[in-house]
């Protein structure tokens, strides 16, 4: 089984800054990219930010300039340093991840169970 665990979101006034991270966990043997989507009441979740094990990174247009994804490839973590918040960016979070398991033989999609993120005066 593979396991990710988020912390951090919460509320924020515009303008403010937050912090969320993730671990992966459970019997891994590779993970490809670690990253975060987002979906707000009533949309579709969207790709905010991903990196790859490479150390390439991927932003939404949304958050370029604002967002710094960053990812630990020897502890399966990834932070999104989320600055210059917007009530736009008001959304669950949800950490996702391409890895493939000890027990498997394709890489698959792992999710997060998602954290809020409010941003509102």
């Known amino acids: 089984q593979v396991q990710l665990v988020e912390s951090g979101g919460g509320q924020v006034q515009p303008g403010g800054s937050l912090r969320l991270s993730c671990a992966a966990s459970g019997n891994i043997f590779k993970v490809f990219r670690m990253g975060w989507f987002r979906q707000a009441p009533g949309e579709q979740r969207e790709l905010v930010a991903m990196?790859?094990?490479?150390?390439?990174?991927n932003y939404a247009d949304s958050v370029k300039g604002r967002f710094i994804i960053s990812g630990d490839t020897a502890k399966n973590t990834v932070t999104l340093q989320m600055n210059s918040l917007k009530a736009e960016d008001t959304a669950v979070y949800y950490c996702?991840?391409?890895?493939?398991?000890?027990?498997?033989?394709?890489?698959?999609?792992?999710w997060g169970q998602g954290t809020q993120v409010t941003v509102s005066s």
């Open positions: 990196i790859v094990s490479s150390g390439v990174t």
């Open positions: 996702n991840a391409f890895i493939i398991a000890t027990t498997d033989t394709e890489f698959r999609h792992y």
